[in-house]
């Protein structure tokens, strides 16, 4: 097909919207068809006109100069407070009580006459927050994980995730050789697979999905095996199961040589000697990117270094410290907030997300990309800090968690329901003893620096969330119980 037809045609028709109502009405024998005809069509043809723009933004800006991605955000920043105050009623009601004029929005400065909202203010206002301009029904809910006890419900168009999220995550994987068409790909994240199977293809998005709820020795032996015999390039799960799969490859003592080239590791943070100890075990390297489900802040590593290049096409970041002033400097920590862009159904402008970074010092990066680079991405505060004795707040990135003293440890999860007390769950191997005990409770007081009294628990199996993430530190302490 001549390449004006074949531009002609992508323009006409909305090849994903197109195939997905057909899929739901043809009876179960042909879906499979649909599915493997699926597969071979190129996701610039199948994923739309969204997809489209966007692949040839990021193909683009990456290389910008500081100034132009500026320039872009300044307009994107103007779009999307021009749109809330007019389809918004949440943010008409706050833009008028703060005398905030749309209109004359020029400079970043300028956002700081807008107050901070949380989660909580999500909450609360709900379907306030929604545009005018969507009747719900055209609207998809998009619910985030609800780790911190507390769920949102997000409204988006209904072709937000191919259109939008699907391009930026194929920029930011594409850097370490990621292609969506013809990579070998693998998930073991959140998948529980029907009638005991471990695995299966999913012919639709080419892509082999691991069942992530049962892992045993039998079933990490079965996974190890099909990444092989699969020659998969890519596997895309959380640092938690990558762990538990390094944890069988050095009990067992197998020098594990495969096809893996890198890990894509989301959703759960990395903590200090995880990345070292998965690249030695799985023999690939680790991968990873910032975002949240909220869908406001998106911010990628490159291949040149694992600093964290803020995505300017996809939002605006600030930091801001405890008092909600906003940090310009490097090296201090301060709360992530964000306004996204492009999120026409429910726009979030000034979202507090509960997760911290720095700016780093380096303001420039060998890759050749001048997006602004973040160090130190902790998620939620309180899930990733533990509280002392005095109110004091210890990262959980500070404790070494992967030296010899786990050696005989399977698996392991902290909960704190007071300041200056914590429990750890051990899920033990064989070889565990009294003396395994003793070397972590050591060890662990002198990284807390004796601000916490600790007890062990001894557990079967670690549970995950809904998602089949783990968390590392289950914290129930309120803000209110630190005053």
């Given at each position: 097909m001549k390449k004006q037809n074949l531009k002609e045609l992508e323009n006409r028709f909305d090849f994903y919207e197109m195939a997905r109502k057909m899929y739901t009405r043809v009876p179960n024998f042909g879906k499979r068809l649909m599915e493997i005809t699926w597969a071979i069509i190129p996701p610039a043809i199948k994923y739309g006109k969204k997809y489209r723009h966007y692949t040839k933004l990021l193909n683009d800006s990456q290389w910008w100069n500081k100034k132009q991605l500026e320039v872009y955000q300044i307009k994107k920043l103007k779009e999307t407070l021009l749109y809330a105050a007019e389809y918004v009623p949440f943010y008409k009601k706050v833009f008028m009580e703060n005398g905030f004029n749309a209109e004359s929005f020029s400079t970043f400065s300028e956002l700081e006459k807008l107050p901070l909202i949380d989660k909580d203010v999500v909450l609360t206002n709900g379907k306030d927050m929604v545009s005018k301009q969507f009747p719900l029904s055209k609207l998809k809910v998009h619910t985030t994980g609800g780790t911190t006890g507390k769920q949102l419900r997000l409204y988006i168009t209904k072709n937000a995730y191919t259109g939008r999220e699907l391009p930026f995550v194929d920029a930011i994987w594409g850097?370490?050789?990621?292609?969506?068409?013809?990579?070998?790909?693998?998930?073991?994240?959140?998948?529980?697979?029907?009638?005991?199977?471990?695995?299966?293809?999913?012919?639709?998005?080419?892509?082999?999905?691991?069942?992530?709820?049962?892992?045993?020795?039998?079933?990490?032996?079965?996974?190890?095996r099909k990444i092989t015999e699969c020659k998969v390039e890519f596997l895309h799960t959380y640092p938690s199961s990558a762990l538990i799969l390094c944890d069988f490859i050095k009990r067992k003592g197998i020098k594990y040589n495969n096809s893996l080239k890198v890990l894509l590791l989301t959703s759960e943070n990395i903590y200090a000697g995880q990345k070292e100890t998965i690249e030695k075990y799985m023999n690939a390297k680790c991968f990873t990117f910032y975002g949240h489900s909220e869908g406001a802040a998106l911010a990628g590593q490159c291949e040149c270094s694992e600093k964290y290049h803020i995505q300017s096409e996809y939002g605006y970041i600030e930091l801001v410290d405890e008092d909600g002033k906003v940090i310009k400097e490097p090296n201090k920590i301060g709360e992530i907030v964000?306004?996204?862009?492009?999120?026409?159904?429910?726009?979030?402008?000034?979202?507090?997300?509960?997760?911290?970074?720095?700016?780093?010092?380096?303001?420039?990066?060998?890759?050749?990309?001048?997006?602004?680079?973040?160090?130190?991405?902790?998620?939620?505060?309180?899930?990733?800090?533990?509280?002392?004795?005095?109110?004091?707040?210890?990262?959980?990135?500070?404790?070494?968690?992967?030296?010899?003293?786990?050696?005989?440890?399977?698996?392991?999860?902290?909960?704190?329901?007071?300041?200056?007390?914590?429990?750890?769950?051990?899920?033990?191997?064989?070889?565990?003893?009294l003396m395994d005990e003793k070397n972590i409770f050591d060890e662990?007081?002198?990284?807390?620096?004796?601000?916490?009294?600790?007890?062990?628990?001894?557990?079967?199996?670690?549970?995950?969330?809904m998602r089949g993430k783990q968390r590392f530190i289950i914290q129930n302490i309120k803000d209110e119980e630190l005053i």
């Open positions: 850097r370490v050789g990621y292609d969506r068409y013809f990579s070998h790909v693998a998930q073991l994240r959140n998948h529980r697979l029907e009638n005991g199977k471990i695995w299966e293809y999913d012919w639709k998005n080419r892509v082999l999905i691991f069942d992530a709820y049962h892992m045993d020795d039998k079933n990490i032996g079965i996974i190890l964000c306004t996204g862009f492009d999120n026409k159904a429910m726009p979030l402008i000034r979202y507090r997300t509960g997760d911290f970074a720095s700016y780093s010092e380096k303001a420039t990066c060998a890759c050749g990309r001048h997006y602004t680079l973040l160090d130190n991405i902790v998620g939620r505060w309180t899930q990733e800090m533990f509280i002392g004795k005095t109110g004091n707040k210890i990262s959980m990135t500070a404790l070494n968690m992967h030296t010899d003293i786990f050696k005989n440890v399977e698996n392991y999860q902290f909960i704190q329901d007071i300041p200056g007390k914590c429990s750890i769950r051990v899920v033990k191997n064989d070889n565990y003893s662990l007081q002198k990284k807390f620096d004796n601000s916490m009294e600790i007890k062990f628990e001894y557990v079967k199996e670690i549970e995950k969330t």
